[in-house]
């Protein structure tokens, strides 16, 4: 298996709404990523899991909470968001280690629509 | 800071061309450099991966060139078919399991 599953595809929320977006891999992936992507522009990472535990956050605001359960699952956890956070979020997962095996593979996104 | 730039910013040629996207960086210390074709609204595809240590990489009608000195990667396509419209994007890692900066992308549309 080599893909990287997303769910939901679609997802519309009031700035007041919980919601939770969900990653999943098979491929023995140890580093698991998010990323957040606006029109036309190239994606922006948000954060990093290497080995299930938070190695990166690029100062994303706290009403963004990822959480790793396991090695083949990334969430992130949305609450009281702003319609500037309407995007396009985008999982990654990869290897550790040897440059030959960190390649990235990323999921279909899902489109986030706040109101 | 690494940059990543990506010259031209859109490029239409007529099917069965020939063609070559450019990627450059300001800091030779990369980890690998990653080629990405991204359809609109869709996620990103990995098309080629080179390791810092490498010269080129090839997969079917795609090549893909890294010169680090200079700073600069290439892609090349192909027989360009209409299907290989996509935005293509060229990112760099400067170590495992770290952040991939990304360039801004080139549209590329092929013309039937």
């Known amino acids: 298996d080599t893909e990287v599953t997303q769910t939901p595809k679609h997802l519309v929320m009031g700035m007041t709404n919980k919601k939770s977006l969900k990653c999943e891999q098979h491929?023995?992936?140890?580093?698991m990523y998010w990323y957040k992507q606006k029109a036309k522009k190239p994606p922006e990472l948000m954060f990093v899991?290497?080995?299930?535990?938070?190695?990166i956050n690029e100062s994303v605001p706290s009403r963004f909470s990822p959480e790793c359960p396991n090695s083949s699952l990334l969430n992130l956890h949305l609450h009281a968001l702003q319609p500037e956070d309407s995007a396009l979020y985008l999982c990654?997962?990869?290897?550790?280690?040897?440059?030959?095996?960190?390649?990235?593979?990323f999921g279909p996104g899902t489109r986030l629509t706040v109101l | 800071k690494q940059e990543v730039t990506q010259i031209p910013a859109a490029l239409s040629v007529p099917e069965g061309e020939n063609l070559v996207l450019n990627c450059s960086f300001t800091?030779?210390?990369?980890?690998?450099l990653q080629w990405f074709r991204q359809d609109p609204g869709k996620g990103l595809t990995s098309l080629l991966l080179?390791?810092?240590?490498?010269r080129e990489q090839t997969s079917g009608r795609l090549n893909a060139s890294l010169d680090k000195s200079s700073g600069r990667s290439t892609l090349y396509i192909a027989a360009s078919q209409p299907g290989d419209s996509a935005t293509y994007l060229c990112a760099v890692s400067q170590s495992s399991a770290s952040k991939i900066i990304f360039g801004s992308g080139t549209r590329l549309s092929i013309r039937p």
């Open positions: 491929m023995g992936h140890r580093a």
């Open positions: 800091d030779s210390a990369i980890y690998n």
């Open positions: 899991y290497s080995y299930e535990k938070l190695s």
């Open positions: 990654a997962s990869s290897q550790v280690g040897l440059a030959a095996y960190n390649e990235q593979f």
């Open positions: 080179i390791q810092s240590s490498q």
